[in-house]
């Protein structure tokens, strides 16, 4: 096999990068590099030219709104418009392989984030993914899975033996990947989850917020497995840059009894609660998908209840 040319997902080759990524040149191997994040979101048929098999060898963080999952099903549908055949090298999910939780999504038409019907813990491989899609979405794609050996479905990334490569340049650790579906559900609101900070998606954070007060509230909310501890924390860059924002720092300490969606739903609640004018807590919506979860939060219901839509 020859590699011939090499396609870059969001945050780039050495997923060290954020925002728009630009076409360019691997300085290592000379080859060309087509951007699969910035003017285009799938390979296109002259990037395509003279290529047989599409290999897609990426870590995923288990999580349904991170976005190499989207940018593998808009690469295999390209890969059957031109006949290709398309190659996942399955890895570990580094959050377990077990767990799923949260709203399964009706997914939009051309959406990035919401491209399938899937949990935001979804529990499944990038490879089982590919198998999914295919199947779900009629893909029709040539499709072949190199499978791992050895792997647990209860291990966490961290207990794989493997070494932590991070998949993206805010997503650090494992506890951090495991956070991500709490944390992460937030990031479309006006809040800082701590980007340009030193812990990235283990706090939560805004100049408004009373940080004494929401984490009393989440604290009382009973989660079990992470604790919260008030602090204040000034990002150096992405939102809030150079603001002192008053929140909360989230601990886990018991990875078997911490839920992260459950977590996220209950900041999501006593955000509401004590900043109904503050947070923007419409734009919440962009990645829960559920408007009766929606509807829960806004009506002040239990985190349970909420939980059971």
């Known amino acids: 096999m020859t590699l011939a040319v090499l396609f870059a997902p969001e945050h780039g080759l050495d997923a060290a990068r954020e925002g ?32 047989d098999t599409l290999v897609f ?18 690469a295999m549908a390209a ?5 290709l055949r398309f190659m996942v090298l399955d890895r570990p999910n580094p959050i377990d392989g077990i767990d799923v939780a949260g709203p399964v999504v009706v997914p939009f038409p051309g959406s990035f984030v919401n491209y399938h019907s899937l949990p935001v813990r979804h ?38 033996g493997l070494r932590w490569v991070n998949p993206s340049p805010n997503l650090r650790s494992v506890d ?26 283990e ?34 860059e992405d939102r809030y840059a150079g603001q002192a924002c008053s929140g909360i720092h989230l601990t886990v300490g018991d990875r078997s009894r911490f839920e992260p969606v459950r977590t996220g739903l209950a900041i999501a609640r006593e955000l509401r609660r ?8 419409g734009k919440l919506d962009r990645l829960l998908v559920h408007p009766e979860a929606m509807s829960a939060i806004d009506g002040g219901l239990s985190v349970a209840s909420i939980v059971e839509t």
């Open 20 to 51: 728009t990524i630009a076409n360019g040149r691997d300085e290592r191997t000379g080859l060309p590099v087509y951007s699969l994040y910035g003017n285009a979101f799938a390979p296109s048929g002259d990037s395509l030219a003279g290529i």
């Open 57 to 74: 060898d990426i870590q995923d963080v288990g999580t349904r709104f991170f976005t190499y999952a989207s940018t593998m099903r808009r």
């Open 79 to 83: 890969a059957r418009a031109h006949d």
């Open 123 to 160: 529990g499944m491989t990038l490879g089982e993914l590919a198998t999914l899609l295919n199947a779900d979405d009629h893909l029709g794609v040539a499709l072949s899975v190199v499978t791992m050996r050895g792997w647990r479905r209860q291990a966490y990334g961290d207990e794989t």
């Open 176 to 201: 951090e990947a495991l956070l991500y579906p709490a944390v992460g559900l937030l990031e479309s609101t006006n809040v800082s989850v701590g980007r340009g900070t030193d812990a990235p998606f």
């Open 203 to 236: 706090r939560v954070g805004a100049p408004w917020i009373d940080a004494i007060a929401l984490a009393a509230a989440v604290t009382a909310d009973g989660l079990a497995g992470v604790a919260f501890v008030p602090e204040v924390f000034t990002p150096k």
């Open 274 to 281: 004590l900043y109904p004018r503050e947070w923007d807590f």
